[in-house]
């Protein structure tokens, strides 16, 4: 297959890297894993309540492992405003919602780099939402949304 993918290294940004980043991220590693692509993903989170160290949702790792998808029980999140180093690292960054977008905007300088929704990426508007206290169900949707989302787009460079 004649590959264009233009990107080797991609930032999932969520609110606080625990749920939708983390999900994005373990679909994205296992697609270019399978595509036998090496493009690093990385996440992280954006938002005022974003801490280093917080453990990945329960939920967020049973809707993931349903599809065969482990994240790992080890994995921490990262506060992306005490790690800038993986926003310059990154040549796309992909957000769950515009408002991250404008977050990632207010702390750092993007200028030379592709910043998108997901959503966005797929070609469609709107935001993908915080599935927390929604049970693993809300986990499912969101993952499942993530997910086409992220097809979509990749649809766009042959896959």
Same mark, same amino acid.
């Given at each position: 297959?004649?590959? @264009? ?20 991220? $373990?679909?994205?590693? *296992?697609?270019?894993? +399978?595509?036998? =692509?090496?493009? !690093?993903? +990385?996440?992280? $989170? ?12 329960? /939920?967020? #790792? ?5 599809? $065969? ?9 990262? /506060? =992306? %405003? %005490? ?7 990154? *040549? ?6 515009? @408002?991250? @977008? ?8 993007? *200028?030379? !780099?592709?910043?998108?929704?997901? &959503?966005?990426?797929?070609?469609? #508007?709107?935001?993908?939402? *915080?599935?927390?206290? %929604?049970?693993?169900?809300?986990? #499912? ?6 997910? /086409?989302?992220?097809? !979509? $787009?990749? &649809? +766009?460079?042959?896959?």
């Amino acid at each position: 297959m004649d590959n @264009k993918f233009p990107f080797s290294s991609i930032l999932i940004v969520c609110s606080v890297n625990t749920a939708r980043s983390r999900m994005a991220e $373990g679909f994205l590693r *296992d697609f270019f894993l +399978k595509h036998s =692509l090496d493009v !690093k993903v +990385k996440s992280g $989170g954006i938002s005022s309540n974003a801490r280093d160290g917080m453990i990945i949702s329960m /939920d967020a #790792r049973l809707a993931m492992e349903e599809l $065969g998808i482990n994240l790992s029980e080890n994995a921490l999140s990262s /506060d =992306l %405003k %005490k790690h800038p180093e993986l926003i310059e690292e990154a *040549d796309l960054i992909l957000t769950l919602t515009n @408002k991250h @977008k404008e977050e990632i905007n207010e702390f750092f300088n993007i *200028d030379s !780099k592709e910043i998108l929704t997901i &959503k966005e990426f797929a070609g469609e #508007r709107g935001d993908i939402e *915080d599935p927390s206290m %929604k049970e693993l169900v809300g986990f #499912r949707i969101a993952r499942d949304e993530i997910i /086409d989302c992220l097809t !979509k $787009g990749l &649809k +766009k460079y042959s896959f």
